[in-house]
């Protein structure tokens, strides 16, 4: 099974357009609603990669302006 990773951003409109990021990187993903106690901030929204991808994924996001409040386990 592939290891899974949850960047967690601040809203859907964030996770949508990270994701929009990641694809033109050709990086796998998926938008995820998020349990608000899932994360330390109550974020809602997630952006859900393969654990070996998430060291490229938070690099596109930072270069596109896309900030993100932590990385959960998915």
Request: proline share 1%; with cysteine.
């Amino acid at each position: 099974m592939i290891e899974k990773k949850i960047i967690a951003v601040s809203s859907v409109t964030y996770a949508m357009k990270g994701a929009d990021l990641l694809a033109k990187n050709k990086i796998k993903r998926r938008v995820s609603k998020l349990s608000p106690d899932k994360t330390k901030r109550g974020c809602t929204y997630g952006i859900s990669v393969n654990a070996s991808e998430v060291e490229d994924a938070v690099r596109i996001l930072k270069l596109g302006g896309i900030n993100y409040s932590e990385i959960a386990d998915g």
